[in-house]
């Protein structure tokens, strides 16, 4: 099941300076795992914005929930999740 996943961040200007670097090296980590792995398809910059735009290509809503809550900056993310379906224009379909 294929979702897109906006990731906006606002992390405490408060915090720690080692709990924040710890935590997005943590958040690096996690998710290069799940690139490599192939669930977490692809992830891009929002322009001028503290945000990230993913693609998840994943079992199921139960496997996207438990990816979004492990990752290490979940404390400090609002995301919203859109379910894709085929375009019924798209080329590539067939
Ligand atoms: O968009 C960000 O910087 C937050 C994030 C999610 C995965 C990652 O590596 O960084």
Redesign the pocket.
């Known amino acids: 099941m294929l979702f897109a996943v906006t ?1 906006d ?1 606002a992390i405490p200007h408060d915090l720690d300076p080692d709990v924040r670097a710890d935590t997005l090296a943590r ?2 980590a996690y ?1 290069q795992d799940l690139q490599r792995g192939g669930e977490w398809v692809s ?1 891009w ?1 929002c322009v001028g914005q ?3 735009l993913s693609i998840f290509d994943v079992a199921d809503n139960a496997r996207l929930h438990e990816i979004l809550w492990n ?1 290490p ?1 979940f404390p400090y993310m609002t995301i919203a999740v859109t379910p894709l379906a085929q375009h019924p224009s798209d080329i590539a379909a067939g």
């Open positions: 990731m961040v958040e690096k998710s992830i910059r503290y945000s990230n990752l900056l």
